[in-house]
């Protein structure tokens, strides 16, 4: 069973910088792809950034540039670095972690190839 859990959410005004971290057992990186997504209330969930087992990212277009996807193995905890903060990106963020095939991965951040799924932290972004 891989378990996920989320930190480093809050408030912070637009322009500012946040650090999520998502903390997993032991070799969950070594053996899934990750994806960090959020949902804003009243929307769908979106992917944000996913990064493959081989160390491949990817970022959906409304973030790029201003996020990065990373991770410490050592440590077993995923990141998501999130500058130049933006109202629109207030929203709840969740870590996941899937098996897929290489082409899959790349097409997309794909919601339904990821099996475990953190609880989330609020983000929130104010003028």
């Known amino acids: 069973q891989v378990q996920l859990v989320e930190s480093g959410g809050g408030s912070v005004q637009a322009g500012g910088s946040l650090r999520l971290s998502c903390a997993a057992s032991?070799?969950?990186?070594?053996?899934?792809?990750m994806a960090w997504f959020r949902q804003a209330p009243g929307k769908e969930r979106e992917g944000v950034a996913a990064?493959?087992?081989?160390?491949?990212?990817y970022s959906a277009d409304s973030v790029k540039g201003r996020f990065t996807i990373s991770q410490d193995n050592a440590k077993n905890t995923l990141y998501l670095q999130m500058n130049s903060l933006k109202p629109e990106d207030t929203a709840m963020y969740y870590c996941?972690?899937?098996?897929?095939?290489?082409?899959?991965?790349?097409?997309?951040?794909?919601?339904?190839?990821?099996?475990?799924w953190g609880q989330g932290t609020q983000v929130t972004v104010s003028l």
């Open positions: 996941a972690a899937g098996s897929m095939s290489w082409t899959r991965f790349w097409s997309r951040i794909d919601e339904s190839a990821y099996t475990y």
């Open positions: 990064i493959h087992i081989g160390g491949g990212t």
């Open positions: 032991r070799n969950t990186y070594s053996r899934y792809c």
